[in-house]
């Protein structure tokens, strides 16, 4: 058997989904006919405390549709290092004419960062948005506290600039602080959040906001391509993993940490996971994509993830036999 651990979004839909799926009520939604839909929106709505939610095919989606809400062409969006929205959009805020610059290290930033990137003069790009990523998908899955992210987020708007929260992984970091989902979204304006990445769905995104915000996102929605018809068949799926996955998104993190925590004890470089990424570095000699190679041979399969680190990712579809099976192999190669 493969144990898979290139990413959490590599999860087959459970039988029970499955049902659930082919059971689901559905209509038009490009009309708002789609009363699965409607129900997923209003639950995710009220998980990040949120007046109204958006559902779309993807993360990507989400995140370039909040670009286009929040910022025109020749605005600036804040990020921190090694974003998504960045490095993994294919190029999609260049294409809408807006530029970013980078603050902060390994991805998380500090009000003081933030400062420097509000200009005065007329003649420097205009901050329009500030965005963060929880949990930092090239950070390893770390996690921003809620008392970071609204200091962040206060003195954004203090600033004249929106918020935006790449939530594709808030569900992990809710439980790994401890607080609600709806904690860690306060003070943004708009979220995304994924039902494709641990939770196990096969497909879907939402962003979420205020009333006027989603309906603003609708029409954006559309005009990407995004609009979508008996859309409740993907819903019901996004939906029983909203309702049935995320209390157990508790076990990856436990697997991550006994993952990781082996690769250290065999001698190699290994970063604390919070959640449910672990990155590690092959022995000095071997190289992250020889090293995947070779895992690849005997049946586990990892991301190389930049020039020194390998990514490891565990998910629904992971057990302890899996990991036990990762950890022997891992470790020889
Ligand atoms: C942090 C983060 N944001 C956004 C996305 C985009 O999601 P999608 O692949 O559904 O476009 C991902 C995907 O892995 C991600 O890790």
């Known amino acids: ?168 992984r808030i569900w992990h970091a809710a439980l790994a602080t401890n607080v609600s989902e709806a904690v860690l979204a306060r003070g943004f304006d708009t979220v995304s959040a994924c039902f494709s990445k641990g939770l196990g769905a096969p497909v879907g995104s939402a962003i979420a906001g205020s009333r006027e915000l989603v309906h603003e996102a609708l029409r954006v929605r559309k005009r990407m391509g995004g609009g979508m018809r008996q859309s409740g068949i993907v819903a019901a799926g996004a939906l029983h993993a909203l309702l049935h996955h995320r209390a157990r998104l508790l076990d990856d993190h436990g697997r991550a940490r006994r993952l990781a925590d082996a690769l250290r004890d065999a001698g190699l470089e290994t970063v604390a996971p919070e959640t449910n990424i672990v990155l590690f570095s092959p022995r000095p000699g071997t190289s992250p994509l020889e090293l995947s190679e070779r895992a690849k041979r005997e049946g586990v399969l990892v991301s190389p993830f930049g020039p020194t680190a390998v990514r490891a990712v565990t998910h629904l579809d992971v057990d302890d036999a899996s990991i036990a099976r990762a950890i022997e192999i891992l470790v020889r190669a």
């Open 1 to 168: 058997m493969l144990v898979d651990l290139r990413s959490d979004t590599v999860t087959r839909p459970t039988d029970a989904m499955r049902r659930a799926m082919a059971d689901a009520e559905v209509g038009d939604d490009i009309y708002r006919e789609d009363p699965t839909v409607r129900r997923l929106e209003d639950e995710v709505a009220q998980l990040l405390g949120k007046e109204a939610a958006l559902f779309v095919p993807s993360g990507t989606m989400a995140n370039q549709i909040a670009v286009q809400l929040h910022c025109a062409p020749g605005d600036q969006i804040v990020v921190g290092e090694h974003a998504h929205l960045v490095l993994y959009e294919s190029g999609a805020m260049g294409a809408a004419g807006v530029q970013h610059t980078v603050v902060g290290r390994g991805g998380f930033f500090s009000p003081r960062d933030l400062e420097g990137a509000f200009a005065p003069a007329y003649y420097e790009p205009r901050t329009r948005l500030v965005a963060l990523e929880n949990t930092h998908n090239r950070a390893g899955g770390r996690v921003w506290r809620p008392e970071e992210s609204l200091a962040i987020c206060e003195l954004a708007h203090e600033r004249g600039a929106r918020t935006h929260l790449d939530g594709a």
